[in-house]
């Protein structure tokens, strides 16, 4: 055993100049300096190895195999060193199947997040297609209609302040998990209790509420995860997920509607859910195995706000009620409302919610009975507002980011890119509201012009949260958030009835989001802030 493990020492020794006698260090080096030059890839090698289960034999059979042929590949000449380098690049290529098996822990968290934000929307929207048949079948009218869609928003609202109080208690991770499980099992559920209006209004309610937890899940993951100049990029990935998903939840709600019948895409929306979170559950326990295994070869591992996260829901889940009484506590409330950014933040994402709520419940509407297109052709032009804001949002994020990091101050970046989400679906709703004589076309235009270009807001409003306060990141968007689901409410029940009483559009729809974009860019521009606060100093302060 002992002559056999030797055996390479002996190659060498023979190549080095044979004999008893040791030549001197430089003429050594050469024949060694292909065998360093290989090592830089063994972790590969071994990276491999684990990944096929291998435990502390396959490392060594990895060594052997790769290190060993590399020390005598001199009598095989140039041609042993080129099949050495294709059984290296082999390996990598298997090394990047899947293809986010290379990828950063950060970057792995962020895209199945923004995977649960398109399943999001997917059930956001698959209701306002279905309103349609569903209000023919059960003889609905609009302020009916409006009722049931507007009920998504009261558990939306409800759930903000708590999904960001628990997001920063438990990690986002965690309460993400949760809320996918819950909106999933209440979407599959609509089509027992839709003849039922209170089960059908608590259904909804109950999606809202998974769903309302959501954001500010995505936002302590983002927080605690991110750099700041990426965080752009970031949140443009994951909140352009909700776009992604309105795109798909139109695309294929009217064939499956029109095919199997409008329970049929409650049911397969729901079991999209389910399968995200089996898949998130062994995306995890993976992703834990690795860096255990690249910690034992003393290599550091990367991602740590997936890690943190982790930490802080197995922490947290031995926690006392009085523990999280005290925790609930030691939130700085009242400095959250004495700053003027806070509160323009608010104002802000209530306007912005405004046009966006309505004009995602009634749009479908809007276009099947203004401009007289049938269901699937009204869902095929509803598709065009979110597809061109998943367009915008993949120019506006590089672009504040580039802004950011060519020393541009970031209160001036948000600004600009809020305004320009504001001012731009103003002006196109007046095109719009107003009697020109132009060809249904144009309207659509028009329409998806300025609500693409509101998807600015991810790079101005989204991005303040963590700009000020990366530790209350989660509960300031709850705070947002609830205020912002308020049009939800209010708006989208408010637009019914306005149709019901004044048969125009113009008025129900276009005259309350323009007064609430204009008036939004103004006090956002007098008061916005993403200078760090903080808080916590601010209320032992006062």
Same mark, same amino acid.
Request: glycine share 12%; with cysteine; proline share 5%.
């Given at each position: ?165 628990? #997001?920063?208690? =438990? %990690? @986002?991770?965690?309460?993400?998990? $949760?809320?996918? &499980?819950?909106? *999933? ?50 949140? #443009?990935?994951? =909140? %352009? @997920?909700?776009?992604?998903?309105? $795109?798909?939840? &139109?695309?294929? *709600? ?289």
């Amino acid at each position: 055993m002992a002559a056999s493990a030797l055996q390479p020492e002996r190659h060498l020794h023979l190549l080095a100049g044979g004999g008893g006698r040791r030549r001197p260090l430089p003429r050594m080096l050469p024949p060694l300096a292909p065998l360093r030059h290989r090592r830089h890839r063994l972790p590969l090698a071994v990276r491999v190895s684990s990944g096929d289960g291998g435990g502390g034999g396959g490392f060594t059979s990895a060594v052997e195999k790769r290190s060993v042929p590399g020390a005598v590949g001199e009598e095989h000449g140039a041609k042993g060193e080129e099949e050495l380098d294709g059984e290296v690049a082999a390996g990598a290529l298997e090394l990047r199947w899947p293809p986010w098996e290379g990828l950063a822990e950060r970057y792995k968290l962020i895209g199945a997040t923004s995977l649960a934000f398109v399943i999001c929307n997917m059930d956001k929207v698959n209701l306002s297609v279905a309103i349609i048949p569903m209000s023919h079948q059960y003889g609905w009218n609009s302020s009916t209609a409006g009722l049931v869609q507007s009920s998504f928003f009261w558990g939306y609202a409800l759930s903000q302040l708590p999904g960001g109080w628990m #997001a920063k208690l =438990f %990690g @986002g991770r965690k309460v993400l998990e $949760v809320g996918v &499980l819950t909106w *999933s099992l209440a979407t599959a559920i609509i089509p027992a209790v839709a003849g039922f209006m209170p089960g059908l209004v608590l259904s909804r309610i109950l999606v809202g509420i998974g769903e309302g937890v959501s954001p500010s899940a995505a936002t302590d993951l983002i927080a605690r995860s991110i750099p700041l100049k990426e965080r752009s990029r970031a949140v #443009a990935v994951v =909140f %352009g @997920g909700l776009s992604f998903g309105s $795109v798909l939840g &139109l695309l294929f *709600s009217p064939p499956i509607i029109q095919n199997l019948g409008w329970e049929s895409v409650f049911y397969i929306f729901g079991l999209l859910g389910i399968i995200w979170c089996i898949g998130f559950e062994s995306l995890k326990e993976r992703q834990l195995g690795d860096n255990e295994g690249l910690l034992n070869l003393g290599q550091s591992s990367t991602g740590s706000g997936g890690l943190v996260s982790s930490a802080v829901s197995l922490e947290s889940s031995d926690s006392s009620l009085e523990d999280l009484q005290n925790s609930l506590k030691d939130v700085p409330w009242g400095a959250f409302f004495k700053s003027k950014a806070v509160w323009a933040m608010i104002y802000a994402h209530f306007c912005g919610s405004w046009g966006h709520y309505t004009c995602l419940s009634w749009l479908p509407t809007f276009f099947s009975e203004e401009l007289n297109l049938n269901l699937t052709e009204a869902a095929w032009v509803s598709v065009l507002p979110p597809l061109g804001s998943m367009v915008i949002t993949s120019i506006a994020a590089p672009f504040a980011d580039n802004l950011i990091s060519n020393g541009v101050d970031t209160t001036k970046v948000r600004k600009i890119c809020q305004t320009i989400a504001f001012v731009s679906p103003a002006i196109f709703m007046i095109l719009s509201s107003v009697d020109l004589g132009l060809p249904p076309w144009e309207i659509v235009a028009f329409l998806t012009s300025g609500l693409a270009l509101s998807s600015f807001a991810f790079s101005g409003l989204y991005c303040t949260h963590q700009d000020i306060s990366r530790e209350y990141a989660s509960i300031l968007l709850g705070i947002t958030n609830t205020v912002g689901a308020v049009p939800g409410i209010v708006g989208v029940a408010l637009t019914g009835y306005l149709i019901d009483s004044t048969h125009s559009w113009s008025i129900s729809l276009f005259v309350p989001s323009i007064f609430f974009y204009l008036t939004g860019t103004a006090v956002w521009l007098a008061f916005a802030s993403s200078e760090p606060q903080d808080f916590s100093k601010s209320e032992s302060e006062s």
